[in-house]
């Protein structure tokens, strides 16, 4: 079994920042891609950036020059600073993994419970 656990979400005022972080833990051999997500109310889930075992990153238009998706391969654990927050950040972030356990059997889909962003104006 799998858990992931977010941290570091909250309340920030405009142009503020925040460092989310999120460890994965339990039957873990390796970590393909891990990443973030958020949903605002009455929105879909969407993409906010995703980065590869290699280092390799992408990132949704919106927060592209602003946030920054790194990971620690040793701690398997990924993080997102988000700096210059907007109000229409506001969402719940979610962490993603792809995930490969001792036994080879791939869990792709793995998500954490989410953490609060809230950007007041």
């Known amino acids: 079994q799998v858990q992931l656990v977010e941290s570091g979400g909250g309340l920030v005022q405009a142009g503020g920042s925040l460092r989310l972080s999120c460890e994965a833990s339990g039957n873990i051999f390796s970590i393909n891609t891990m990443g973030w997500y958020r949903q605002a109310p009455g929105k879909q889930r969407e993409l906010v950036a995703i980065i590869t075992s290699g280092g390799s990153t992408n990132y949704a238009d919106s927060v592209k020059g602003r946030f920054t998706v790194s990971r620690d391969n040793v701690k398997n654990t990924v993080y997102l600073q988000m700096n210059s927050l907007k109000p229409e950040d506001t969402a719940v972030y979610y962490c993603?993994?792809?995930?490969?356990?001792?036994?080879?059997?791939?869990?792709?889909?793995?998500w954490g419970q989410g953490t609060q962003v809230t950007v007041s104006s």
């Open positions: 993603n993994a792809d995930i490969i356990h001792y036994s080879g059997r791939r869990s792709p889909n793995v």
